[in-house]
């Protein structure tokens, strides 16, 4: 019977050929027999390129996502076809399966016949695939339509006045000539002009609005430039508000890329703030000027009338001080004068003004600092001390006032955590969005909690100190859990920090260090300035460092060895040997943020350390070395990208952990209770054993959820459970201060 079935199938098979062979010729047909497993073969390894291409592709557009891109359809038509192929080829496949386990040994030779040649077919069809996957570009692109915008202050710290209100319809009447490109703001510092060019800045996407003859501005983009301008940075930040990428694969692009891109908008407007000198901003930055462009104007801010004319500004506007009444206005609302009837209060009230010489950088924070005072006396004693205060040696003597009228609400902070905490502020970059947490690191290394035995209440310290430096006007509020120092404020900080001996603050603006900054307690500076640190350096007397910048550089262990007193050291984005610390047993508070880490076993040694940021930096490991760290109160490995793998039993040892940061960390594994990772990976049934564990966030496949699994004694915690975390938590850094759980259905 088997060779009955033969002969039916070779009999078919020949009759089907013989009508194939009247169009094509018969070797090709006899080869789609003849190679049906070498065309399967070729199939099958053609699909596993076609998975790996679509696979890869996809976390491409996962990761565009995730910076708020769009994605482009030819990407994802290419990946819709990717899928129905790949699902059209378990079809075939199983098919082909059937052939080969059924028919062993009588093959079907129709059957087989049809197969190879489909799989030829396919075989060609996903290498035209393949070749659109490598000819693609960029996968997203961002949305025109929901391109970064300023965050435009409008009102809620605008000091309305006669001369803000005549220099804002000057600028206004300059940006709606088609003649005009450039436009200079100048006054002195502290008197508003920032905030006058965001309020410019907001109005100018609106001039259609106020007047339909009008052309409103298609984009608007604000950057700070400051006395030490960094090109680079204020390139990338015209760029992000535009979608132009100032990197390609040929490195970075030039100025003049820049402004090929710049003409391509029919209409923006670039606000240029803080400029001490003049610049070119075609050579030094790529913004065309004049004919070269005439939709794209510039309002540059600046101290000095002189830059305005320098760089050939063809209108120039003075914002001036408020005047007598408008200052006793403002003074009044901020000290809440309307509620005294006490006139001997009223009077000195009068005279403190007077000495702020309409200043409001120095009004708002001298009035906050005297509200509530029903004392007579208080006020009067205010005035005394304004009245007997002489800072000659302040560079800008037109800023005396500020300055006074500052110190005056300095010394009116009573709490030595807020004054530290306003202090350590003024040790960032200039216009820098200063991390909240981090200030609550810093002040924890720094000892500044007496009585306080946990870093939750510490926290709470430093968020009422944050509270009151904003109320006071002393700090600028930037968004949740992030704030702003006022370029004058900044000024005054460090004039204050390093012109009192008890503090001992400031900042390195020159490189190398000399004898003079021996006796500081606090220092930081930015890699941008240098290409190296200098070695053999001591200071005995250092107990805060704050190293920053973008430009990622080497930093060498001896550059550390002259700081045997140091308790908070925080680093950015440079390569570093964690040996450069073993002896350092004052350390408290280590923050190495973006960091590329070497000899990442001695941690071990650091056992003074009671908070540890490794957040964003390049670590595959945390080595069982670090279970000796037996006083870490807080543990952050947050968007630790490359980290695959905690020790197993590693987690139980930190004993007196309260914190813990493991969100965005994508690689990380977990041991599961039935597979053989137990012997390799914590596992998370660990987290459970930690007794004063009580803040917590976490990203973890529902695959490693134990059994029974449960967390007790939490105060606050942000699970993501099977489900990636939304793109903007990277962006902006915040450890959760709430209870949120975010998962797929288990």
């Known amino acids: 019977m088997g060779c009955g079935f033969c002969q039916a199938a070779v009999s078919n098979s020949v009759g089907t050929l013989i009508v194939d062979c009247m169009i094509k010729p018969a070797g090709r047909q006899l080869d789609y027999v003849r190679r049906f497993h070498d065309n399967v073969e070729k199939l099958q390894e053609k699909m596993c390129d076609l998975e790996s291409a679509r696979d890869r592709q996809q976390r491409e557009i996962e990761d565009a996502e995730r910076q708020l891109l769009l994605i482009h359809k030819d990407v994802q038509n290419l990946q819709s076809k990717a899928g129905e192929t790949l699902s059209d080829m378990e079809t075939l496949e199983e098919e082909i399966q059937l052939n080969k386990r059924c028919l062993k040994w009588c093959p079907n030779w129709i059957w087989r016949y049809k197969l190879s040649k489909k799989a030829m077919k396919k075989t060609q069809d996903i290498s035209e695939l393949l070749e659109k996957f490598d000819r693609l570009g960029p996968v997203g692109y961002r949305d025109p339509t929901a ?37 200079g703001l100048w006054g002195m510092g502290g008197v508003g002009k920032t905030t006058l060019a965001c309020e410019v800045g907001s109005l100018a996407k609106k001039l259609n609005l106020v007047d339909k003859k009008l052309n409103s501005f298609d984009k608007v983009v604000m950057t700070t430039v400051s006395q030490k301008p960094n090109f680079e940075r204020i390139q990338d930040q015209i760029t992000q508000y535009i979608g132009f990428d100032m990197k390609n694969d040929q490195g970075r692009r030039s100025e003049q890329e820049l402004q090929l891109r710049l003409k391509k908008e029919q209409r923006i407007l670039i606000i240029l703030d803080d400029i001490w000198k003049p610049i070119n901003l075609e050579k030094k930055i790529g913004i065309p000027i004049g004919d070269d462009h005439k939709g794209c104007k510039v309002l540059l801010t600046t101290r000095r009338k002189q830059v305005c004319q320098i760089m050939d500004c063809q209108t120039v506007v003075q914002l001036d001080c408020v005047d007598d009444a408008e200052a006793w206005t403002l003074f009044e609302e901020k000290a809440g004068l309307d509620d005294f009837s006490d006139d001997s209060i009223k009077t000195t009230a009068k005279k403190i003004v007077k000495k702020c010489g309409g200043l409001p950088i120095a009004i708002v924070p001298l009035a906050s600092a005297l509200k509530g005072k029903t004392n007579c006396y208080e006020w009067q004693a205010a005035y005394l001390r304004l009245e007997g205060r002489r800072l000659t040696e302040i560079e800008d003597v037109d800023e005396e006032n500020a300055y006074v009228c500052l110190e005056a609400s300095f010394d009116y902070l009573k709490d030595m955590v807020t004054k530290t905490c306003f202090l350590l502020c003024s040790l960032f970059p200039e216009d820098h969005e200063i991390y909240v947490e981090d200030l609550v690191g810093y002040a924890w290394g720094l000892e500044l909690f007496k009585g306080m035995d946990s870093i939750k209440d510490g926290r709470s310290k430093v968020l009422a100190s944050i509270e009151i430096l904003k109320n006071s006007g002393l700090l600028l509020d930037s968004g949740e859990m992030h704030v ?100 350092h047993m004052n350390l408290r508070t280590l923050c190495l943020i973006g960091c590329q880490l070497s000899d990442i076993s001695m941690l071990g040694k650091l056992k003074t350390l009671h908070i540890l940021s490794l957040r964003r930096s390049y670590i595959t490991e945390l080595p069982t070395e670090a279970g000796d760290l037996e006083n870490l109160r807080l543990l952050d490995l947050s968007y630790c990208d490359d980290l695959q793998r905690i020790a197993p039993n590693l987690i139980q040892k930190f004993s007196n952990l309260e914190e813990l940061y493991l969100h965005g960390c994508s690689s990380l594994e977990w041991a599961t209770e039935n597979t053989t990772q137990r012997e390799s990976y914590s596992s998370l049934s660990e987290l459970d054993l930690l007794p004063k564990l009580v803040v917590i966030s976490l990203d973890i496949s529902s695959k490693y959820l134990p059994d029974g699994f449960e967390f007790r004694r939490l105060l606050s915690f942000d699970f993501c459970i099977g489900i990636e975390r939304e793109a903007w938590f990277q962006e902006r850094e915040s450890y959760p201060i709430s209870r949120s759980l975010k998962s797929i259905s288990l």
């Open 484 to 583: 702003k120092m006022h370029d004058v404020v900044c000024q005054f900080a460090l004039w204050i920090a390093s012109s009192r001996k008890e503090i001992s603050f400031g900042t390195v603006e020159t490189l190398p260090m000399d004898e003079s900054l021996k006796h500081y307690t606090a220092i930081s500076f930015e890699a941008n300035q240098t290409d190296e640190l200098p070695k053999g350096v001591v200071f005995p007397n250092l107990k805060f460092l704050l190293h920053g910048g973008d430009r990622f550089m080497e930093t060498s262990s001896e550059f550390f060895e002259g700081m045997k007193a140091l308790q908070v050291c925080a680093l950015n984005n440079k390569l570093i040997s964690l040996a450069a610390f073993q002896f």
């Open 147 to 183: 391109l970064p915008t300023i965050d435009f202050l409008c009102s809620k710290e605008f000091v309305f006045s006669k001369s803000s209100e005549t220099a804002f319809y000057q600028i206004i009447e300059a940006l709606k000539d088609e003649n005009i490109n450039m436009i």
